[in-house]
């Protein structure tokens, strides 16, 4: 079978990817959310306690400051409702204007209607930390001032220290202090009365260790026929006063302290009014949402059917304790909330504070995060992947025929260069390509190039024997006629007896060459230090020759690399041989070792020499030789062969140069460094 209908079956596979995505998404999300649920979870817990021992008092276990543990007074009536307070940022202006007061227009309470539908009353308490404010909105179309006109009463303060009653008339606008109150307490107690198109306005500033932990208000209106109307928290002007709650400033600083972009953090009572309150702000989201359709798409189908309903807000500082009610025997739930097809999923852990469970820790966490880069992520997958798979298979079957096309190209290339009618090596294709086709004609491309060198070594070594050969045979036959012809001489036989030892040097040289690439190819590798190896066999090199001037420069510090510290000394001795033989006497010999870039740079030179014009490269071939016929041996041309041979074993190369001007020749052997680390 051929490449192209294998790779098409492969392809058939990415159909899958759809399903697979989808269930790989869900998996992701169920991860990250289960995640960021125990984080919150022990978040509060460990908020719970530090707010358990910071509000408990020592003389009452399990009681919150401030916090009234029932609704209910001495007598067992049940008493008015509660307010609450909310905390200001800063304080407002007494101007009775509530403008500044930074709340949400939700904040101002309308009381329920009375018998009459032109008197509305709204209203709205704040708190600044050592004052109470009261703001009151009433509409009325006929406001009567002075004695027996519309006015506001109040009872504030507590069980144990008693209540104070405070009654405001309508009058001019401007300040006002209370009417009728004997008591001095109610000096510290300032208002401001304004009148409006619609009625009138109220603005109060009370102490808040005044106010106690007990407030009430009663509104009453009077229209010019002496008709009375009253509404308010308190069922009477002898009604008792409910609830005045106000923010635990100390819980306050806490969740302040604590809370993280995407979080909310409340401390609730039983009545569900906030006592503390954190807002992280929204979270951090990378990337912009999707579009809503395409949201709600996503959601359905990675959706979580296990997800409870959200604790509404009753109303501005207070929750409905419906469902959150059961930790306070508990102690703690859990919860995933948010209808799983809307735009926000919320995590949710509440807890306990208090030894006696009087207040929750209600807080709740944006996964919003999770579920843009979750949604984000299914939609692409979702959108993309059907096209994907279409293009896979295109894709597949277009990159077999490139492949097949690539292969033949190379395969005709390499048949063509190993053909009977092949007279010189092509270049092979993909020599430039970086994949593993250029790796394999790259390979190939130096295997046809060794094939080739072996031939022409083959191809020359009779001609070359022959010429070497020529002159010991000559010298032998001609003394052995001599010798024949003058018997008793001992100057023919030994030069007999020289021609045939040359002959043998000749034969031993080509087994040594023959020997040593086998020997190259079967060494291990090793990590040694070049710089200490060069320095000992220089050291050694100079006391076997005293008689010539060889120095040495070699880099301080190690020079790590791996190969064959064998071989390299075998390198060496070479070159050196080579040095000493074309070097005169009074000439001077050299070894160093640099680094260039991620290699160490090898030089062996010396005076007194040059190259031959020819290419230097021919000098590293077999059988190449530039030493004049009178030296002392033969010499087969292998010395510089072997140096080749070696630096290419150890992935450098070698190239030799002649000096400037003539002054000597030198070799230089590049050869990679080995990393400094162990």
Known sequence: MKL??????????????????????????????????????????????????????????????????????????????????????????LDGYADDWGLPAAALLTLPEPLRDDFTVRYQLGTDGPSLFLFFQIDDDDVVTGAGGDRVRLRLGSADEG?????????????????????????????????????????????????????????????????????????SLAGDPGRLVTPLAEAQTILRGAVRPGQRL?????????????????????????????????????RDPAAAAPVPDLMPGRVDMQRIASAFQRGSSDARVGDTGADRVLLEAVRAVGADRALVL??????????????????RLFVSSFLISLAAVGLLLGFA???????RRLSQAARVALGDEATRIPPLPEQR???????????????????????????????????????????IHTSLENLQAETGDE????????????????????????????????????RFDLARLLKELGEALQAAHRDRDLQLHIRPGPCPMTGAPDLVAQMVDKLIENALDFCPADGHIWISLTSDDDDWLLEVGNTGSRLPDAPSERLFESMTSVRRDDGPG?????????????????????????????????????????????
């Not at 009545?271 to 359905?300: D, I, K, S």
């Not at 209600?362 to 880069?373: G, N, W």
């Not at 790796?439 to 022409?456: C, T």
């Open 4 to 93: 192209a209908p294998r790779l098409l079956m492969v392809a058939s596979v990415t159909l899958l990817l759809p399903w697979a995505g989808c269930q790989y998404i869900r998996e992701v999300e169920s991860a990250l959310r289960y995640g960021q649920a125990e984080t919150l979870g022990a978040t509060a817990d460990v908020l719970a306690s530090a707010l358990t021992n910071r509000l408990d008092t020592g003389d009452a276990p399990g009681s919150v400051p401030g916090i009234a543990n029932t609704s209910h007074i001495d007598n067992g009536t049940v008493a008015a409702p509660g307010v609450y307070a909310h905390p200001l940022n800063r304080s407002p202006s």
């Open 163 to 235: 209540f104070i009653e405070l009654l405001f008339a309508a009058q001019a606008p401007g300040a006002l202090e209370p009417g009728t109150s004997q008591d001095d307490r109610a000096r510290r107690i300032r208002g401001n009365w304004q009148a409006t198109s619609t009625g009138y306005n109220l603005e109060l500033q009370i102490p808040l260790r005044l106010a106690g932990d007990r407030l009430g208000f009663l509104i009453s209106d009077t229209d010019q026929r002496g008709d009375l109307r009253r509404t308010g928290t308190l069922s």
């Open 266 to 302: 409340r401390l609730v009572d039983r009545e569900g009014f906030v006592l503390a309150n954190a807002n992280g702000g929204p979270p951090t989201v990378g990337e912009q949402p999707l579009p809503q359709p395409l949201r709600r798409l996503v959601r359905w189908i990675v």
């Open 362 to 379: 209600l807080a709740e966490e944006d996964a919003e995060r999770i579920l843009s880069l979750t949604d984000r992520a299914a939609s």
């Open 401 to 407: 025929a490139w492949l097949s096309w690539r292969i």
């Open 433 to 475: 390509a970086t994949d593993e086709l250029g790796e394999l004609s790259r390979n190939f491309s130096r295997l046809l190039e060794q094939i080739g060198e072996y031939n022409d070594y083959l191809q020359n070594l009779g001609s070359r024997l022959t010429h070497e050969l020529r002159t010991p045979m000559a010298v």
């Open 491 to 526: 100057r023919y036989l030994q030069r007999a007896r020289h021609g045939m030892d040359r002959l043998q040097a000749m034969v031993t040289a080509l087994g040594a060459a023959t020997r040593m690439e086998q020997a190259i190819a079967a060494t291990e590798s090793e």
């Open 634 to 678: 033969p010499h087969l041309g292998l010395g510089l062969y072997i140096v080749r041979l070696i630096a290419r074993h150890h992935g450098g190369r070698v190239h030799a140069e002649t000096l400037a001007g003539d002054a000597g020749v030198r070799f230089c052997v590049r050869l990679p460094a080995a990393d400094s680390a162990p």
